[in-house]
């Protein structure tokens, strides 16, 4: 599980978060990424990854991509990328918000700011996924330095369907399944929120 992070301002040739070749459960949980050279959560070769309550943003590729690398042996038999879960997630100005292989996984509950602008229903007819899922106007600022950040939006979050793995939020504070938010927060916080009191800051 990689779950609790501040992940900033990566450069690397696959992710802010990188998971490779699993056919065991693994999860991608209540982190925030902001900036990346290439895209926020990578994977590629991976089964059963939950990827899900994440705030990740201006991914310069994909806000979370999943891949197979066909042909490749992994444990014996040729690698999949399926039985993946995406969801609750908020992606805001990333490349592309999505981009997914394989047909024979979950995506839904995700808030999308894209900038180009992306179309949602073009999405959901093509692969049958985010039916629960939103584009919307919310802008977000992150302030590397102090570790603040703020969402602004016009309308109140939507609720989304509870993950049962994610019990916490970023920030520790527990999730109440009567009323579950997408990203990483539990509640709305009051803005502009803290999010690593006390650390260093950014070289």
């Known amino acids: 599980r990689c779950s609790q992070n501040v992940v900033i301002n990566t450069d ?11 056919q065991a459960p693994n999860m991608v949980d209540s982190n925030v990424i902001w900036g990346s050279t290439a895209n926020g959560v990578y994977q590629h070769d991976c089964d059963f990854l939950t990827v899900a309550h994440n705030l990740i943003c201006h991914a310069r590729a994909t806000g979370i991509r999943m891949q197979v690398c066909k042909g490749r042996i992994v444990y014996g038999r040729e690698s999949t990328a399926t039985k993946c879960r995406v969801l609750n997630n908020i992606l805001v100005g ?3 918000p999505l981009s997914i292989s394989d047909p024979d996984n979950s995506c839904d509950g995700n808030l999308i700011v894209a900038e180009p602008p992306f179309d949602l229903a073009a999405w959901q007819a ?9 584009v919307t106007d919310l802008q977000v600022d992150f302030d590397p330095a102090t570790r603040r950040l703020s969402l602004h939006h016009s309308e109140p979050l939507p609720c989304v369907a509870p993950v049962a793995e994610g019990t916490h ?3 520790d504070a527990p999730m109440n399944p ?18 690593l009191e006390g650390a260093p800051p950014v070289p």
């Open 12 to 22: 690397s040739m696959f992710g802010g978060i990188f998971m490779e070749a699993s």
């Open 94 to 96: 990333n490349g592309q």
């Open 126 to 134: 093509q692969t049958g996924w985010d039916a629960h899922s939103a």
């Open 169 to 171: 939020d970023l920030l």
């Open 178 to 195: 009567a009323r579950v938010l997408p990203g990483p927060f539990a509640e709305e916080p009051s803005y502009p929120a803290q999010l």
